[in-house]
């Protein structure tokens, strides 16, 4: 079990990347999954949001009037004087989300410009860029003055009080709004459920460049020529270095699961016992994805910074296409279907799946397995694509071996 030994050895004496991959990765999806909100709490009826804003009415017409009326129903009027400083310090100190500046004769102006097609004369609105509330209400502001405007060009002879009273009406109108839930269910469930898929890109990030590692440095040519001479045979050298490489995926697997099982404990305490086996189980059938993937990349003899490369950017890519960062409903179509052909894709359905299943049925079981089985297969297709490298780079010239020597000669 010499071979064994030194490649377990070879990714223990890299403990940044197992500290950066597996822990960091793990612990960003504790606080993403912890801070997310998974509907919770949504069973209230919906409610606009209400903030602060200050009207400095220069106009005191019937229309800068019944504007200041129409946003006293979406927020919270906060008195200020008309002056540079306390204009300045209302927005700075976040006294006021927005400050709407109504000029003289801007209720005049608005209606002779409806009737006579000139232009709207403008309302100055004061608010911080980082502030999405007062562009929210420079929004209503214009909104209730192209209202005020429409009404003034349709009713040539009415009074500014009615062209008023027709925008306020007009903009308390409102549609009835519902909550639909996109993508995953909306149970406690869902938080470790979240965790699980985001360790999609966990789990190929560290393996891939964990056992890439391993995989390259026992390829190394002159590293590889020694173990040739040995009285070790190649489906020996082979099998234990394997044994590592599963060995350490099946290391990361577990500490990134045991992470999720204690900082979400109350979560996946709400699926069943057959539904939280199966999520476990869907998890280390991924992870030999990525395991794969690396001993590809190993066979294929590519760099430990080619290696880095090919984990990080893979594992982002599969996760994206899965679903997992951004809901797999909200996806363009063509992104979809270009999705299928992830795993990860296969894997987020399966836990969605067995994170709701109740009785392991047959019916329930079958889109669960079936996924399970797409996974593997993934799996095996990588596996295949290493085989068959190995075999090519065995023939190589610089392989060294009979097979290389007669490669040389011929």
């Known amino acids: 079990m010499q071979v064994f030994k030194a490649a377990v050895a070879i990714a223990l004496r890299h403990p940044l990347y197992l500290l950066v991959y597996a822990v960091g990765l793990s612990l960003m999806g504790v606080l993403m999954a912890g801070n997310l909100s998974f509907g919770e709490g949504d069973d209230a009826p919906f409610e606009a949001y209400r903030t602060?804003?200050?009207?400095?009415?220069?106009d005191d017409s019937e229309i800068s009037r019944g504007l200041a009326e129409c946003l006293r129903a979406r927020g919270a009027e906060v008195p200020l004087d008309d002056t540079e400083i306390a204009l300045q310090d209302a927005v700075a100190k976040g006294r006021s989300e927005c400050v709407l500046i109504v000029p003289e004769g801007f209720g005049q102006a608005l209606i002779e410009?409806?009737?006579?097609?000139?232009?709207?004369?403008?309302i100055e609105t004061v608010y911080s860029y980082s502030s999405l509330e007062g562009s929210l209400l420079d929004q209503e502001a214009n909104e209730y003055a192209s209202l005020a405007r429409a009404w003034a060009a349709m009713s040539p002879d009415s009074p500014p009080a009615d062209i008023a009273a027709h925008a306020e009406r007009a903009m308390g109108e409102s549609a009835q709004v519902d909550t639909v839930q996109i993508g995953g269910g909306a149970g406690g469930e869902q938080r470790f459920v979240f965790y699980l898929a985001w360790g999609t890109y966990t789990l190929f990030a560290s393996i891939?460049?964990?056992?890439?590692?391993?995989?390259?440095?026992?390829?190394?040519?002159d590293l590889h020529r020694r173990n040739l001479v040995s009285p070790l045979s190649a489906t020996g050298h082979n099998l234990q270095v394997a044994a590592a490489a599963l060995v350490v995926t099946a290391g990361v697997w577990l500490f990134t699961t045991a992470v999720g099982l204690v900082a979400f404990a109350e979560s996946a305490a709400q699926v069943s016992t057959a539904g939280l086996a199966l999520m476990l189980a869907l998890s280390f059938a991924f992870a030999t994805v990525p395991l794969c993937t690396g001993y590809l990349l190993g066979q294929l003899g590519v760099s430990e910074m080619v290696g880095n490369a090919v984990g990080n950017i893979a594992g982002m890519a599969v996760s994206f296409l899965g679903g997992v960062w951004v809901s797999f409903d909200l996806l363009d179509p063509a992104v979809q279907a270009i999705g299928r052909f992830s795993p990860a894709y296969w894997y987020t359905d399966a836990l969605q799946r067995a994170a709701v299943l109740e009785a392991p049925s047959l019916d329930a079981l079958a889109p669960i397995l079936g996924d399970l089985g797409v996974l593997l297969l993934f799996s095996a297709a990588l596996f295949s694509a290493a085989l068959v490298a190995s075999r090519l780079r065995a023939q190589s010239a610089d392989a060294g071996g009979n097979a290389g020597a007669a490669r040389a000669r011929g």
């Open 52 to 58: 602060t804003f200050s009207v400095i009415d220069r």
């Open 113 to 122: 410009s409806a009737r006579a097609g000139g232009e709207t004369p403008t």
């Open 208 to 221: 891939v460049v964990c056992v890439g590692l391993v995989m390259g440095t026992l390829n190394r040519t």
